[in-house]
Nanobody, 122 residues
């Protein structure tokens, strides 16, 4: 199983990024998908998750309204659109796959990608 995250980079505050996570080796439509992030010196935290069908989603309260998670089951890909980025959004962003519905807890996720760096300058 592989989860390949991409789309990170350096962006100015107020800018936008769209992260992608392409998966292989698993039946993508059978997994809920999530995004987490980890800033230096901090624990990995939940960002957003989406159900197998894409009908249901969940967001971290602090990010709600600025991020949108979506998925394309035909392309085995999950996305994270991030707008109005702030310097405190700087982190490595990870995608993950869960056999549960729309989980927010890290321990509900079975597979993890390698992460993509997002850096927001002020």
């Amino acid at each position: 199983v592989q989860l390949q995250a991409s789309g990170g980079g350096l962006v100015q505050a107020g800018g936008s990024l769209r992260l992608s996570c392409v998966t292989s080796g698993l039946t993508f439509s059978a997994y809920g998908m999530g995004w987490f992030r980890q800033a230096p010196g901090k624990e990995r935290e939940f960002v957003a998750s989406i159900s197998r069908s894409g009908v249901s989603d969940s967001y971290a309260y602090s990010l709600k309204g600025r991020v949108t998670i979506s998925r394309d089951n035909a392309e085995n890909t999950v996305y994270l659109q991030m707008n109005s980025l702030k310097p405190e959004d700087t982190a490595v962003y990870y995608c993950a796959a869960s056999e549960a519905g729309v989980p927010t807890a890290r321990n509900r996720y079975k597979y993890w990608g390698q992460g993509t760096q997002v850096t927001v300058s002020s």
